[in-house]
Each structure stands twice: as structure tokens, then as C-alpha cells.
């Protein structure tokens, strides 16, 4: 089987960590999202994959240069300008070797999930569809692409980001893979940007297409918010989200060698702690991910948050919600609290902020 990664976009939503990182090559458990979405790839018998790559295209080669251990055949689409999921989606399809009727799975890169691959194979070919999307069902949303589908499971229709209530027809939204007939990704217009989700997918059913959603209620998260990441990396290590790489590993928390833990600091929650980092005395990180070489001075608190590379934290700062970025100073004594960014290299002094934005 043969499968497409979208890997391409800016990850505006992360920033400031994705200035020097793409979204999806930040470690979520100590390995990039890529690595895990390539591992269940290959668990589910893809042996070929494409990455779809535009911004800072060069981080995917570097990385799976030094670290296929998926025995996987990686290929690089590169756009010199971004395509849309669409246009990269068509682009990506230049190196696949499967013929017109094949199916190729197709994931965006971002997402966490404990999806039935196979199984979602299956029913695109059960129902001689031309795409088969995966659906899962949400409280709320608003934030997403909704799929209302009939009882057969075809789409009736595809409904971007409602704004209004009576927009809200389903709570069923596109969870980002799919898997399209070969032949139906030829006929994605070349060389120019396309959105899957706003133009592709509408076409499909104005021209009577065979466009069947299939909803798997396992695990999902779309690891776009610094809030959903640090999530994200707290339900893998802690086990709630699969992955491959993972297995024997899970626990409360995930912590690397070379650190340097005092003994009565608290790590909990899923927190995971990179390599060389240095927590203090009666520190206590919960639900945090905390970057190679970063300091977590004496008496710091860290909620939810994610602590860049070399990043440091000072003694009694408090941070909830928060995202520091790699070589970012945090004096002592400060107070950062839901939403607050703090950009690469920035210094803030002893008791300078007591500082709260939007998330
Ligand atoms: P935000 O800027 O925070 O919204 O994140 P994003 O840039 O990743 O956009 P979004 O989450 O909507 O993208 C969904 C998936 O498609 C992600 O895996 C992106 O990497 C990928 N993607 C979005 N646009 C492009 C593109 O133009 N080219 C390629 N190759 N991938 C893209």
C-alpha cells in the first residue's frame, strides 16, 4: 500500500516553536508526529510514503535520512510555494507506483490518532468508493469541517468551520486521512493551489463522485494548539494514544537520560523530560513537555506547557498554558498564565511579568 503525508503547512497556531521546527517534526514523546504517523503506516502495511513538504522542507530529509526504522521507501515532494492540501495532494502523486484503481491513503500531518487504517482501507473498497474520509464525532464543532452522511455512510455534504447554528448539521468532522482511488487524485488540477477540503471535496460530490464517510470513535486529536500538544504528548506517554514506538514505554511520565531530576520534584500527568534537563527542588511539571537541555529551576511550576531546547525557567516562576521557546529565560518569581508565548531566545527578568493574553 502507498500513502501520502501532508507535512507542508506553516503551523501558524504553534508559533513561536514552529519558527525553526514544521509542526509536524516537533517531538510529541521524544519523536517527531511524523515518526509515529510513519510507524502506524507501516503497521498497517504502507511501504511507500510521500511527504507532501513546502515550509522548511529540508527538516523532513535531514531527520528520515538519519531515522527510518519503519524500513519504509520515503519519498519528497517539495513545493516551492505551498499547493494547498489539495495542489499537494497532486504533486505528492508523482512518486506513487500504484495503478489508476489502487487505493492510497492520504494523512494529514498533525493529527494523533488510533484509527482502524486497515479497517478504513476495507470499507473504501467494500463500497467501490472514490474517497473514503475519516470522520470522527466532536462536542463542539464549530473549530472544524463537518460531514454530514446518510445512513449508507455517503456524504451529503461538506460543510467548512460553521459560523452559525443552524449551520451545525452533524457533529461528525473530518478527522484528516482519507483514501482516494488513484485515478481520482489525477484529476486534482496541477501546479496551482487547491484546498481538498473546500474545493476538491465539493467538486467530487457536485459530479455524483462515490465519496463515503466512515466514523471511528478511538482516539483523535488535531495537534494544531499549543494546549492540544501538550495534550497530545501527555496521551501518548501516558498510553491513551497509540503508537508503535511507544509500546513499553508507557507510564506517568517520560523521562530521558542525562537528566538531572531532583528527588523530590513531581513530574506527573504524562509530562515528558528530553534529554540533558535539569529539574530543581520541589519543582513540579504536570502535563508538560520540557525540551533536550532545558532547566526547570527549584520550586518552578509548569502546568500543561511546553519548554523549548535549552530553554530555562527560573526559580518559583509559575507557568500554566504556556509556551516558552528554545533558549527563552524566565526569571524567578514570574507568572505566565494561559496563552502567553515567549519567543526564541527572549530574557525576562526576576519578577518582570505577571503576564495573561488569549490562548
Ligand atoms: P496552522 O497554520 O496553525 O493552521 O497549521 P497548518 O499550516 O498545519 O494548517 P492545517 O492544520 O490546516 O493543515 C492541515 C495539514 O495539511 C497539516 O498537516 C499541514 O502540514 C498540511 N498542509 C496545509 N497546507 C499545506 C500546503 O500548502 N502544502 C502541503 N504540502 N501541506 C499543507
Redesign the pocket.
Known amino acids: 500500500m502507498q500513502a501520502i503525508?501532508?507535512?507542508?503547512?506553516?503551523?501558524?497556531?504553534?508559533?513561536p516553536l514552529?519558527i525553526s521546527t514544521?509542526?509536524?517534526m516537533l517531538p510529541v514523546a521524544g519523536y517527531p508526529c511524523t515518526s509515529h504517523q510513519i510507524a502506524r503506516a507501516a503497521d498497517a502495511g504502507v511501504t511507500r510514503i510521500v511527504?507532501?513538504?513546502?515550509?522548511r522542507a529540508e527538516v523532513f530529509e535531514d531527520y528520515f535520512s538519519q531515522h527510518n526504522e519503519f524500513d519504509m521507501d520515503i519519498h519528497y515532494?517539495v513545493?516551492d510555494?505551498?499547493?494547498?492540501?489539495g495542489?499537494?495532494?497532486r504533486?505528492?502523486a508523482q512518486f506513487l507506483t500504484c495503478g489508476p484503481d489502487d487505493p492510497v491513503i492520504i494523512?494529514?500531518?498533525?493529527?494523533l490518532t488510533g484509527l482502524d487504517i486497515t479497517g478504513l482501507v476495507e470499507r473504501w473498497r467494500e463500497s467501490n468508493a472514490d474517497v473514503a474520509l475519516y470522520l470522527t464525532r466532536v462536542d463542539d464543532p464549530r473549530a472544524y469541517g463537518l460531514v454530514p452522511t446518510d445512513e449508507t455512510g455517503r456524504v451529503l455534504a461538506f460543510k467548512e468551520k460553521p459560523t452559525t447554528p443552524e449551520e451545525i448539521v452533524t457533529d461528525q468532522i473530518n478527522a484528516?486521512c482519507y483514501v482516494f482511488k488513484r485515478s481520482v487524485i489525477d484529476r486534482i488540477p496541477a501546479d496551482r493551489?487547491v484546498?481538498v477540503e473546500r474545493e476538491t471535496f465539493p467538486e467530487l460530490l457536485e459530479t455524483d463522485a462515490r465519496v463515503i464517510g466512515v466514523v471511528d470513535d478511538g482516539y483523535w486529536l488535531?495537534l494544531?494548539?499549543p494546549l492540544a500538544f501538550s495534550k497530545g504528548s501527555a496521551d501518548l506517554v501516558r498510553g491513551i494514544a497509540p503508537s508503535p514506538l511507544l509500546e513499553g514505554s508507557i507510564g506517568d511520565s517520560l523521562v530521558k537520560s542525562g537528566t538531572s531530576v531532583h528527588p523530590s520534584a513531581s513530574i506527573t500527568a504524562g509530562s515528558y523530560i528530553g534529554n540533558g534537563v535539569s529539574v530543581g527542588e520541589n519543582a513540579i511539571i504536570e502535563g508538560s513537555v520540557i525540551y533536550d537541555n532545558a532547566t526547570i529551576a527549584a520550586g518552578a511550576q509548569v502546568i500543561r506547557s511546553i519548554v523549548g531546547d535549552s530553554a530555562s525557567i527560573g526559580t518559583h516562576a509559575r507557568i500554566t498554558e504556556t509556551v516558552v521557546a528554545e533558549g527563552a529565560s524566565l526569571g524567578a518569581h514570574n507568572e505566565l498564565n494561559p496563552g502567553a508565548r515567549v519567543f526564541p531566545n527572549a530574557v525576562i527578568n526576576d519578577s518582570a511579568i505577571r503576564f495573561s493574553s488569549d490562548r
Open positions: 503525508l501532508l507535512v507542508g503547512g506553516q503551523g501558524t497556531r504553534l508559533r514552529t514544521p509542526k509536524p511527504l507532501g513538504t513546502s515550509y515532494a513545493e510555494e505551498p499547493l494547498g492540501t495542489g499537494a495532494i504533486n505528492a494523512f494529514n500531518g498533525d493529527i484528516g493551489v484546498s488535531d494544531g494548539t
